[in-house]
């Protein structure tokens, strides 16, 4: 009788120490590891686990190994690395192999995407510390009820065609006060880049060309506006909101009718009069970057590189001068 018990006790320790195992085995990876800087896996159905407090990319790699040895049905397809304020995050995901390209998001290293095959794989070095915390956004700051905006470009035979929006602060306050601040007295656009161009639909800029204001004002999104009168129809300027620099300093010019961005809570807040046909001209005369792929020159990229690296990379891209505000009294057909 007491031999038994001995024997179930050292069974039932054996068994222990077999699920505590891997927990206390550091083992390197078991397999590679496809690096996309500033990608993010398909968004759907998102990632199954996040793991905070990351010091070292082996942490990461074992984590997604183990997940995939416990699971047939959901194996681990790779992580997104995120260098959050004052630590290291990483997502896991479960999904197909093939990588689809996303608006960056905000503080994403990029996309660790796991081989079908497994194999060695060399343990990287450790992870640099965390990047400091951005400096507080300043407050928003109520703007004119009504205003002009001209955006000035390169665009055109003499480089200087000019975009001129009309802006109704009740349309969408917050995009309205955000545009004024950043148009007027900050000057975040001067110098900017026009990221993005989907033929005959939009265009986009929204980065800064100073790493100074990117770091101050593309952080910090504006609070949501309630869809106004404006809906996304041609020559409607809204705040994109993808999450990243998106509803911060990203915007989009509508070249055709994208109502059905509405639903999606992205409110115009500024319109191309109809009858101004040099603005559609100009914009429909911007140099598209990527025209092979509808994504653009990825925001989060060139808000670190700057634009000596958007020129190598991209050349032709256009961008915009300068931006002016002029107040006015009324409305000017919006």
């Known amino acids: 009788m007491m031999m038994t018990v001995i024997m179930n006790n050292v ?3 054996c068994s222990l ?21 500033s990608q993010s896996p398909p968004l759907s159905p998102g990632a199954f686990e996040v793991a ?14 183990a997940f995939a040895a416990k699971s047939s049905t959901k194996p681990c397809a790779g992580f997104t690395l995120i260098n959050s304020t004052g630590a290291y995050l990483c997502a896991y995901y479960h999904l197909n192999d093939a990588i689809t390209p996303n608006p960056p998001q905000h ?34 700051i109520p703007g004119p009820d009504h205003y002009i905006a001209t955006l000035h470009t390169d665009v055109g035979p003499n480089a200087n065609a000019t975009i001129v929006f009309n ?8 995009g309205a006060d955000q545009f004024y601040r950043l148009c007027g007295s900050v000057g975040f656009y001067n110098g900017a880049a026009l990221i993005r161009v989907v033929p005959g639909n939009m265009v986009e800029w929204g980065p800064s060309s100073s790493a100074t204001l990117n770091a101050e004002y593309g952080h910090t999104p504006i609070p949501n506006d309630p869809m106004g009168s404006l809906s996304n129809t041609k ?10 620099m998106g509803r911060a300093t ?9 109502s059905k961005l509405d639903a999606k809570g992205l409110v115009p807040f500024a319109t191309i009069q109809n009858d101004d046909k040099e603005s559609f001209t100009t914009a429909q005369a911007i140099f ?9 020159v990825p925001a989060q990229e060139y808000a670190n590189y700057g634009n000596k690296w958007i020129a190598e990379h991209y050349p032709g891209i256009n961008f915009i001068t300068g931006c002016s505000i002029k107040k006015v009294a009324a409305p000017l057909g919006i």
């Not at 699920?19 to 690096?35: D, E, M, V």
């Not at 598209?288 to 653009?296: I, R, Y």
């Open 235 to 244: 020559g409607t300027l809204t705040f994109n909101n993808d999450g990243g």
């Open 167 to 174: 802006v109704a602060r009740a349309n969408a306050p917050h």
């Open 17 to 37: 120490c077999l699920l505590l195992l891997p927990l206390i085995t550091a083992n390197p990876p078991t397999h590679t590891y496809t690096f996309h800087a």
């Open 52 to 65: 905070e407090g990351i010091t070292s990319l082996t942490q990461c790699y074992n984590a997604c190994d």
């Open 11 to 13: 069974q039932f320790l």
């Open 107 to 140: 503080e994403l290293v990029g996309w660790y995407q796991q081989s079908k095959n497994p194999s060695p794989s060399p343990s990287p070095s450790p992870l640099p510390p965390p990047k400091p915390k951005p400096p507080p956004t300043p407050p928003l």
């Open 288 to 296: 598209n970057p990527t025209p092979n792929s509808t994504a653009g």
């Open 250 to 258: 990203v915007l989009f010019l509508n070249l055709a009718n994208n």
